[in-house]
């Protein structure tokens, strides 16, 4: 039996409290930046917030992650729907694919519908930085709707 593709999760310390239903319940369904493991299995190994601008937990964190084996870190999507998004989003990407030399993954659950319409609106993500950012949690309508 192949072993599971262990993953890390980061998420916004705005959404601390966050139980992670959304991430969690993509995971399950293989939805938005966690479609890229429709046929593997995968075992969440840690899941915690980057502590606040300017994420003094990002180092400590994937540390810790790697120790409990995982190969790609997955930044929660709540950094990119945020109002504003995390503007350390990049530089933290860079900080641990130079240090821990492991996989970023931008996005867990797929963009809600309301989120995408207002960042549309603002022209949050018209750079094409930032469409790289949300290319992994776009997904149809209808599954965006399922997130609102």
């Known amino acids: 039996m192949e072993e599971p593709t262990k993953i890390g999760i980061i998420i916004c310390d705005r959404y601390r409290r966050c139980a992670g239903g959304k991430c969690f319940r993509s995971l399950r369904n293989r939805d938005g930046a966690f479609s890229?493991?429709?046929?593997?299995?995968?075992?969440?190994?840690?899941?915690?917030?980057?502590?606040?601008?300017?994420?003094?937990?990002?180092?400590?964190?994937?540390?810790?992650?790697?120790?409990?084996?995982?190969?790609?870190?997955?930044?929660?999507?709540?950094?990119?729907?945020g109002y504003p998004p995390c503007p350390h989003i990049r530089y933290f990407r860079d900080f641990i694919t130079s240090k821990y030399a492991?996989?970023?993954?931008?996005?867990?659950?797929?963009?809600?519908?309301?989120?995408l319409l207002m960042h549309n609106k603002l022209g949050t993500w018209d750079s094409s930085d930032w469409q790289e950012i949300i290319q992994p949690t776009l997904v149809d309508e209808k599954t965006r709707l399922s997130y609102d």
Do not use: S, W
């Open 36 to 81: 890229r493991y429709q046929n593997t299995e995968v075992e969440v190994v840690g899941y915690t917030t980057c502590e606040g601008c300017p994420g003094g937990n990002i180092e400590y964190a994937v540390d810790e992650m790697q120790k409990n084996k995982a190969t790609v870190i997955h930044f929660a999507t709540g950094l990119i729907v």
């Open 102 to 115: 492991i996989e970023v993954v931008y996005g867990t659950h797929p963009i809600p519908q309301k989120y």
